[in-house]
């Protein structure tokens, strides 16, 4: 078995599931215990690391991009084990200077990113990285955060995927999830 596949059954055994948590209908997978370990913590990064190198052998990622706010868990950790800057994507008002923003809706309404204009300079190549992708709506706002700043985004970076919502569907860049998603909602 793979390194990376290896690293991702370990890492699934860790986690902890809610039902019906934070709606009706949906298994949530927390992966906060990840955390709580060095080793499994180690190990996540190691994870997309190898991925990283293996996938895009000949090219350098400028940056990684973490979206607000569980991209920032471990967005920087990536970032420094790659030899790239880490910069975050942040809701509305968070953040000082100049910013680009991008709207989007999210299960219960509409929100706004923004990401500082000076933050990623023309031409950089970039990842994204989050916990998660639902509906997409976030990480298509990242997407053309990155696409105003001039960025080219190479892949996007997800631990899980609720595919059933087809998230990925929404974004032009391509994506790749760590643990393996789940296809359908939770049945009663």
Excluded: W
Excluded at 31 to 52: G, N, Q, T, W
Excluded at 115 to 144: F, L, M, R
Excluded at 145 to 166: H, N, P, R, S, Y
């Amino acid at each position: 078995m793979p390194e990376i596949q290896q690293i991702a059954t370990e890492l699934k055994g860790a986690l902890h599931q809610y039902p019906n948590f934070p709606t009706e209908g949906i298994l949530f997978e927390d992966f906060l215990p990840i955390f709580r370990s060095p080793v499994l913590f180690e190990k996540l990064v190691r994870a997309f690391k190898l991925h990283l190198e293996q996938k895009f052998p000949d090219k350098k990622v400028d940056f990684v991009v973490g979206l607000e706010s569980r991209g920032f868990l471990f967005g920087p950790s990536l970032a420094l084990a790659i030899g790239a800057g880490f910069v975050p994507v942040r809701k509305q008002g968070k953040l000082p200077g100049k910013t680009y923003k991008a709207e989007y809706v999210k299960e219960y309404g509409k929100d706004v990113f923004e990401i500082q204009v000076e933050a990623i300079p023309e031409g950089s190549t970039v990842i994204v990285v989050d916990d998660i992708i639902a509906t997409g709506g976030s990480a298509k706002a990242a997407e053309d955060l990155i696409t105003k700043a001039g960025g080219c985004l190479l892949e996007f970076e997800f631990v899980m995927e609720l595919d059933f919502l087809k998230g990925t569907e929404k974004l032009k860049a391509p994506s790749f999830t760590l643990l393996s998603g789940q296809p359908e909602k939770l049945r009663d």
